[in-house]
């Protein structure tokens, strides 16, 4: 079956650190991969995403790269900042029934 | 950008009552929405698809008749947890998928549900 694999949190990082949450999975076929962020008191919003190998997403900063030969798609940010303070989620998804299997989320503290 | 409406967003219950916590989608029509549960430091876990007009579908392990799911609209999806117990406490989130759209680019997510049995 499907299952993502991310770091466990909390990551607590300085404003303007670099940033790496790594995300390994498993899966049948051949998935697309997501990152969702969660910010406090909201719900899940789509970060970025990468429907095949190689591909490269990226969003407000972040990138993550779909690494076939790893099965990872860890993401990163050069700087981040306070308001980057989230849950963020790995998931991915296989076939077209739109069912997407998450990681437990990794909580990112960013302080000044 | 589109919006899924969860209500309620906290609720406490006693043990052996039921209670419904609804999903809207605010400006797109879903035909599938998706109910997920989370548990302290774990994955969300689906719990069932939900489509509209018919039966939703669960996952393997899941009750059907404790975690009752209609889709009587485009916009509006419910779950009702049936008879609830200490152990259903839990963070419920639902997710809808944009009809208009492709699988993996339209989902939405509402804002979750935390749900307490005492």
């Known amino acids: 079956g499907n299952s993502v694999t991310q770091m466990e949190g909390p990551v607590t990082l300085s404003e303007e650190a670099f940033l790496t949450i790594n995300c390994t999975y498993t899966?049948?076929?051949?998935?697309?991969l997501f990152w969702y962020v969660q910010y406090p008191g909201e719900g899940l919003q789509l970060l970025l995403k990468?429907?095949?190998?190689?591909d490269k997403g990226s969003n407000k900063g972040f990138e993550a790269t779909y690494r076939k030969e790893t099965t990872s798609f860890h993401l990163e940010k050069g700087s981040v900042q306070v308001s980057d303070s989230a849950v963020y989620f790995c998931?991915?998804?296989?076939?077209?029934?739109?069912?997407?299997?998450f990681g437990t989320g990794t909580r990112l503290q960013v302080t000044l | 950008g589109a919006v899924v409406s969860q209500h309620p967003s906290r609720v406490i219950c006693k043990s052996g009552t039921s209670v419904k916590i609804e999903c809207r989608s605010l400006?797109?029509?879903?035909?599938?929405m998706f109910w997920y549960r989370q548990f302290p430091k774990q994955s969300l876990m689906l719990m069932a698809t939900?489509?509209?007009?018919?039966?939703?579908?669960?996952e393997q392990g899941v009750e059907k008749d404790k975690f009752l799911i209609n889709h009587a609209s485009l916009t509006l999806s419910t779950l009702t947890v049936t008879s609830a117990h200490p152990e259903d406490s839990s963070f419920y989130i639902c997710?809808?998928?944009?009809?208009?759209?492709?699988?993996?680019?339209?989902?939405?997510f509402g804002e979750g549900s935390w749900l307490t049995v005492v």
């Open positions: 400006d797109f029509q879903a035909t599938t």
């Open positions: 997710s809808a998928r944009d009809r208009a759209g492709v699988p993996g680019n339209t989902i939405y």
């Open positions: 899966a049948t076929g051949y998935p697309s």
């Open positions: 990468a429907t095949k190998a190689d």
């Open positions: 998931a991915l998804m296989t076939g077209t029934a739109s069912k997407l299997t």
């Open positions: 939900s489509n509209e007009g018919s039966k939703a579908t669960y």
